[in-house]
C-alpha cells in the first residue's frame, strides 16, 4: 500500500514563497516518477511538473516554469515543490502523486489528500 501525505500549505502574500512536502510509504519510493498537481475552485486539476525517480529530470507546466522547483530526497522517501514568486492565480489544492514508469503529465498511480496553498493579492 501506498500512502502520499502533503504538507506545507498555507496563506502567503503575492510574491512570497512557500515550499510543500509529500512525505511517502512504500519501500520502492526510489522507483517511482514523483508528480504535483493543483486544483482552483471550479477548475479541472492540472499538471504542475514532476521528476524522474533519480532526480534527474524533470518537467514543469509552462505557467510555473522558472518560478517552481521540485525536488526529492530518496533518503526520507519525501518529494517537495519549492513554489516562489507566487500570484493569486497559484491558489489551489496541490496534490503529489506517484506512478512506476517515465515522467508523464497525465497517468499516475497514487495521490495524496492534498493541501490548500492560498496567495493574496
Known amino acids: 500500500q501506498v500512502q502520499l501525505v502533503e504538507s506545507g500549505g498555507g496563506l502567503v502574500q503575492a510574491g512570497g514563497s512557500l515550499r510543500l512536502s509529500c512525505a511517502a510509504s512504500?519501500?520502492?519510493?526510489?522507483?517511482?516518477?514523483m508528480g504535483w498537481f493543483r486544483q482552483a475552485p471550479g477548475k479541472e486539476r492540472e499538471f504542475v511538473g514532476c521528476?524522474?525517480?533519480?532526480?534527474?529530470?524533470?518537467d514543469y507546466a509552462d505557467s510555473v516554469k522558472g518560478r517552481f522547483t521540485i525536488s526529492r530526497d530518496n533518503a526520507k522517501k519525501t518529494v517537495y515543490l519549492q513554489m516562489n514568486s507566487l500570484k493569486p492565480e497559484d491558489t489551489a489544492v496541490y496534490y503529489c502523486a506517484a506512478r512506476y514508469g517515465s515522467l508523464s503529465r497525465w497517468e499516475y498511480d497514487y495521490w495524496g489528500q492534498g493541501t490548500q496553498v492560498t496567495v493574496s493579492s
Open positions: 512504500g519501500r520502492t519510493f526510489g522507483s517511482w516518477t
Open positions: 521528476i524522474s525517480w533519480s532526480g534527474g529530470s524533470t
